[in-house]
């Protein structure tokens, strides 16, 4: 306390202390079972004694020596450690026993006991498998309880916002106590899930662990200590503990009724005339309070039919609840961003497709001949759509608050339908690959949705997304809302036969056409470039012969 009391002695020398503190010095705490010790030292020796950790006999024994065999500016001491805590900040605000200031440059890397005697242990938490995850479920353990786990092996396999993605182990140890087992559903980012230890023996000691037991005082010490939010006068009034309810007269015509908007707006609502209720509020007002006080008087008076009719209402409807899962609510979350925020319009246009279907007969022959993978009219259309966008770049783009940000890669998702939900696995660089290597992708990324075993790299990065609805289920015009950040979406209908004119006057031919629908982000594509790449798209169609160029 006395280094910091000459820094506050010379406060007028200093004029940001808080960031004299943070730059120079820095005060390390670690709670002891018998106390609470200080030590000041430069934030550069303490962050290098943190990065090179130490030992289990070392913590035991204290921090006496660095890695590299120097003495710790710690010191060293021979005392057990049943709590260790780094806390790093201003801690002259309030007594040391008392500090609770944290910053994100001092973590507590290893978890201890809280006064219950329990060993060094780490906490895993619920880890974040992809940029939008906020939470995750369980699908299942491939650890049990009690056994080794290495560096590198898989530990649980997570049920992310896109796929089940398998969770590694980070350090050398034992599975001391599952917390949250296989099954389990929401659970949010840095949630813990598992416990381990580093020896064997230590296992037992946690079989009725609980982290809300063990960390509820620190949790609660960690939170940040700011005034609840402020509350609408109007909207909490102070009730005595009998409710005010009288019935007023009815008010003559020319008299104004005054009340708050929130009162306007529940009366509205349940078909109440303010006229008949008396408010209690400034200067006679009425208020929410006044409207909840008559609702529930009137409640209690009404007829004890009326439940029952809709309960019988309600009985009558035979249904079934389904589960949501975690792609559909981060699917569903998405899409209402995408429509809400992004200012959608939709240009469409038909293709004649004779020439690609019968390029499509030639190639699929070749491909039979030499063991290959058909070839399909929708690895036609993405290799179509991937030129347009390598000859129209702005179509292959994204919206920031700053910039358009204009990608080089043409990487194109294909929008997959599974039991499990909408699955979008993207094909890199669909430009410059040739329609069997495209082909033999879209089976596999759709076999591994279907299977829901995607990774990361198997969906993100795209840069724009190809959804067919025509080819399997006939469906012959949609629009489809676009995937950001992306700014663009094909939806590509079914080819039908339509009669077109002949050469002469009563002559008649037949043709097949598809039609296809982009969905443009008027932000980053105006109507004429989006015209332009449909036209480059329709080339491609129509020429097939030409993506071969």
């Known amino acids: 306390m006395s280094y910091a009391s000459q820094i506050i002695g010379h406060s007028k020398k200093v004029q940001n202390l808080p960031q004299f503190l943070w730059q120079e010095k820095t005060i390390l705490v670690r709670r002891f079972s018998n106390g609470v010790h200080t030590y000041i030292g430069k934030r550069d020796d303490i962050l290098k004694v943190r990065r090179h950790g130490y030992t289990s006999v070392e913590r035991q024994k204290g921090l006496s020596t660095a890695a590299n065999g120097a003495a710790s500016p710690l010191g060293s001491f021979e005392k057990t450690v049943s709590r260790g805590t780094m806390v790093m900040g201003n801690a002259m605000a309030r ?11 001092a973590r507590l890397i290893r978890g201890f006991s809280s006064g219950s005697g329990l060993p060094p242990h780490q906490e895993i938490g619920m880890p974040s498998l992809s940029p939008t995850m906020t939470e995750g479920n369980i699908a299942k353990w491939l ?37 949250r087992g296989d099954g389990s559903k929401d659970i949010k980012v840095g949630e813990v899930i598992a416990i381990t230890v580093e020896e064997e023996e230590d ?15 620190t949790s609660k010490a960690e939170e940040p200590s700011t005034p609840p939010p402020k509350k609408e006068a109007v909207e909490e009034p102070i009730h005595s503990p009998e409710p005010k309810i009288s019935q007023a007269s009815p008010t003559p015509a020319g008299d104004r009724i005054f009340a708050s908007p929130l009162a306007r707006k529940i009366a509205e609502e349940h078909n109440v ?12 007002s009425i208020i929410k309070g006044d409207i909840e006080d008559y609702l529930a008087s009137r409640g209690k008076e009404a007829p004890a039919t009326m439940p029952r009719a809709k309960d019988a209402t309600a009985s009558a409807l035979d249904y079934v609840d ?24 939709y240009l469409t246009v038909d293709t004649c497709v004779d020439k690609l279907m019968d390029l499509r007969a030639q190639l699929n022959a070749l491909q039979e001949a030499s063991g290959g993978k058909r070839i399909s009219i ?62 033999e992708e879209v089976k596999l990324l759709a076999q591994k949705a279907k299977e829901n075993s995607l990774k ?11 959804s067919n609805l025509g080819g399997p289920f006939g469906i012959k015009q949609f629009c489809a809302i676009i995937n950001p950040p992306q ?12 009669v077109i004119p002949g050469s002469g006057p009563d002559q008649f031919n037949f043709a097949s056409f598809m039609s296809v629908t982009l969905s443009c982000d008027h932000r980053v594509i105006d109507g004429a470039i989006g015209a332009e790449w449909l036209k480059a798209f329709k080339g491609y169609i129509e020429n097939p012969e030409s993506m071969l160029l």
């Open 95 to 105: 007594p040391l026993s008392n500090v609770t200031f944290l910053c994100s440059q």
């Open 456 to 466: 990361p790299e198997d969906y993100e990065g795209g840069t724009f997304t190809v």
């Open 322 to 345: 389904i589960p949501h899962s975690q792609i559909r609510k981060i699917t569903a979350s998405r899409l209402l961003f995408s429509k809400q925020s992004i200012p959608h319009y």
């Open 273 to 284: 005339s303010l006229s008949s209720i008396k408010g209690t509020g400034p200067d006679g």
């Open 487 to 498: 700014s663009g979406i094909l939806a590509v209908g079914s080819a039908q036969k339509r």
């Open 203 to 217: 296992i037992p000691k946690f079989k009725d662990y609980s982290p809300s037991a063990s960390d509820g005082g």
């Open 378 to 439: 929708n690895d036609l259309v993405i290799k179509a759509a991937a030129m347009a966008l390598r000859r129209v770049p702005q179509c292959n783009s994204s919206w920031t608050d700053d910039f358009i940000r204009q990608y080089k890669n043409v990487n194109v998702n294909v929008a997959v339908q599974t039991d499990n939900g909408l699955y979008v696995p993207v094909i890199r660089d669909a430009d410059r690959k040739g329609l069997s290597t495209i082909a």
């Open 143 to 179: 650890k049990k309880e009690g056994e080794k786990v290495s560096t590198g092996e898989v530990l649980c396999e997570v049920e992310t916002d896109k796929a089940t993605v398998e969770m590694e182990c980070m350090e050398e140890g034992y599975l001391a106590k599952i917390i």
